[in-house]
């Protein structure tokens, strides 16, 4: 069972605001609130939605985070549910998180692991009048997709679903305002012509809606996207970039992240480059040269963040030293095994009830034991 802790942090970093409860905005009798419905009892209601199975549900047999804080606070039960297509007439989809309704109710199974609707309600009268767009339109608009780890591997990975379907569309509704969301659509080949940009407020009403199952649940990864994001982006990567250009000695910086750096990161990585390491700052690289340099590397330290989804593209041969702060997080060390990688867990701190956000520094005896 997920801890508070993190639960707490993916509700908090993705959304800010929860709305206030149903019971305390029906009182006034303002409030007109969806339904969160089961895909079983909306498919028995709603006949003319149709629905296709994609990928078996998934048993992970993964070893225990190895610096759990306690048993709590990691998974217990890494099972990744069926995956599947909905063809939904005249459906609706509302907002830059892809919230998408059938008639007044959201499916649950469409929801995010996270969502703040599991703990919160949505007023319908919020809703602007929608515009509508003709033809098929697919959804790949979700919560968390601002994030680099949840747009790889939760949001991407969907397309593989219309590919092997064979599915056409005339419009794709996804966020778009991050580069690693417009290069890597791009790199997957979605028209830049029919993307229909997922905006907070936004409502769209589609005279076929396409909304596609998470692929993976946040903390775990099957082999399979690991499969289909590096058959899709590694060749590329070779094709337009120098082995010589990056060093096999990594160390990740978090220099430029708003949050969580390393306060003494320039004495750190002075050990470090002792030793043959040079320094990247993944936000000033490519998707193709991030593809890249973990693609080469043959040992990688870096302190935990979103970038480590790029272990997906290193070899199994790869070492990763994973330098956590305050904030409990097994996501790497899950994916690391999906792909044979040698990782290596490192606590430079004690990890605190709804860590996370603040710097810290890492006493540099514990990168010398790292070195030796």
């Known amino acids: 069972m997920l801890s508070m802790n993190r639960a707490l942090y993916f509700i908090i970093i993705c959304f800010g605001l929860i709305s206030a409860s149903a019971s305390e905005v029906n009182q006034t009798g303002a409030a007109k609130w969806a339904n969160i419905m089961p895909l079983e009892k909306v498919l028995k209601q709603e006949t003319d939605i149709s629905y296709l199975k994609c990928r078996d549900s ?23 549910p069926e995956a599947f297509i909905l063809s939904i007439p005249n459906g609706n989809v509302y907002s830059k998180n892809g919230l998408v309704f059938v008639g007044q109710n959201l499916v649950k199974e469409l929801l995010w692991r996270w969502s703040y609707l599991r703990s919160s309600s949505f007023d319908l009268n919020t809703l602007k009048e929608p515009e509508f767009l003709a033809g098929k339109t697919v959804v790949l608009a979700q919560e968390g997709a601002a994030n680099y780890y949840h747009w790889m591997v939760e949001v991407l990975p969907k397309l593989a ?12 509704y996804t966020p778009f305002s991050s580069p690693f969301m417009r290069q890597t659509l791009e790199l997957f080949g979605v028209d830049r012509k029919k993307v229909v940009e997922a905006l907070p407020g936004r409502h769209i009403k589609a005279q076929e809606l396409i909304a596609l199952s998470a692929p993976a649940f946040s903390c775990y990864t099957p082999e399979w996207i690991c499969r289909y994001l590096r058959n899709k982006l590694i060749s590329k990567a070779k094709d337009v970039i120098s082995s010589q250009i990056f060093s096999k000695k990594v160390f990740i910086s978090r220099k430029k992240a708003s949050y969580r750096r390393v306060i003494n990161e320039d004495e750190v990585f002075a050990l470090l480059q002792k030793q043959g390491f040079k320094r990247y700052f993944l936000e000033e690289l490519s998707i193709l040269e991030q593809v890249f340099l973990f693609h080469n590397a043959e040992v990688i330290i870096a302190p935990h963040g979103a970038g480590l989804v790029n272990l997906i593209f290193a070899e199994p041969h790869t070492k990763i030293v994973e330098l956590f702060q305050e904030h409990e997080d097994d ?3 899950y994916l690391s095994q999906i792909r044979g990688i040698d990782h290596r867990c490192v606590k430079t701190t004690e990890f605190k009830k709804n860590g996370g956000y603040t710097d810290t520094h890492i006493p540099l005896e514990i990168i010398e034991n790292i070195i030796n």
Do not use: G
């Open 58 to 80: 998934i048993k992970l047999d993964l070893k225990p985070f190895p610096v759990a804080s306690s048993v709590d606070s990691t998974w217990s039960d890494p099972r990744i």
């Open 161 to 172: 679903f219309l590919e092997e379907n064979h599915i056409e569309y005339d419009q794709i």
């Open 331 to 333: 996501t790497y060390w």
